[in-house]
């Protein structure tokens, strides 16, 4: 049994760090500790644009030909903390997704090491990966966008 000391220990480090997931095992005791709620990936959508003011037209102008559309946004799945992007589990190993990878909420896309950790981080929509924004072994911060997903 592990000693409530440890155990307090180890959520003050989560909270400190901003991790998500703890997971630590030795020959005697296996400790795994998640913080519910942390994992809510925000998705960004494009604003709404206002229309931009008119001029008056001359009576026998032609009409205004149609604004192009805006650029269409897709949602990010972001960051949910400092640390080092790796984008397989292993140098040798395939990465987690690619362009085009179908992915599901509990879909691991990525690890990010924080203070020798490595937090695999779920998707948490479903969709398919249409822009991989970061290189593996690239530091990311808290919030940056690290991949775009076409929702499905």
């Known amino acids: 049994m592990i000693d409530i000391r440890k155990l307090k220990e180890l959520v003050r480090l989560m909270v400190e760090n901003d991790l998500t997931e703890l997971d630590l095992r030795d020959e005697q005791e296996t400790v795994t500790v998640k ?49 080092t992007y790796y984008a397989s589990p292993g140098p040798d190993k395939s990465a987690f997704v690619s362009i085009g990878s179908r992915v599901g909420p509990e879909t691991t896309v990525c690890l ?32 940056q966008p690290l991949f775009r997903i076409r929702p499905s």
């Open 35 to 83: 913080r519910p709620g942390v994992h809510a990936v925000p998705q960004v959508y494009a604003p709404a644009l206002a229309p931009a003011p008119m001029a008056m037209a001359a009576p026998h102008a032609a009409p205004a030909a149609p604004a192009a559309a805006a650029a269409e946004v897709l949602p990010a799945i972001e960051s949910p903390m400092v640390g």
């Open 112 to 143: 990010i090491e924080a203070m020798k950790i490595f937090n695999e981080i779920k998707a948490e929509t479903t969709g398919v990966v249409e822009e991989i924004l970061v290189k593996s072994g690239q530091p990311v911060e808290f919030g």
